[in-house]
């Protein structure tokens, strides 16, 4: 009798294990739309508009950040990383108030939690970008570089821990 019992639980367990296994895809999948996800990249714009108030309401965007991974240690620094797209106009006003350069990235997303971005972004790029618009002025040392291309009014960011300093919601 012991031993049926024991062979139930051990079935009852395969089964609630097989179960929760078969839950996990349906979780990840609505955590990832949740977070704005398409692809490996996220969409949502707020966080980005928090960390760069400068550009103003953003249209669109694809994005990641180095701790959205399924790595076992998360980052101990927090790097976001991607493309957005400024409101009409936007660009215009940022190289009337800031002095541009035309420079572009050094590499195309080459880190390994920028790999869902790699090949993404405007055809042709005519990439400019500001010291100005790059300096650090909260004295919290986090680093922020940003490169627009005139043509798509799209800016490609990359920031090491945008949000010191910041309240964060």
Known sequence: MERRKLIGIGVGIGIGIGAGTAVLPAWWALRQVANGSEGDWRTDTAP????????????????????????????????????????????VELTAAHAFVSEGPADDFSSWFE??????????PQWIRSDELDLDGSGHGHSTKLWFDRRSETVRFWALDPYEGAVKG
């Open 115 to 124: 790999k869902p971005l790699k090949g993404q972004g405007p055809e042709n």
């Open 48 to 91: 980005l508009e928090q960390a760069f108030p400068m550009l103003g309401p953003l249209t669109d965007a694809q994005w990641v950040s180095s701790r959205d991974n399924d790595r076992s240690l998360p980052s101990p620094e927090l790097v976001i990383s991607g493309l957005a797209r400024l409101a009409p106009g936007k660009l």
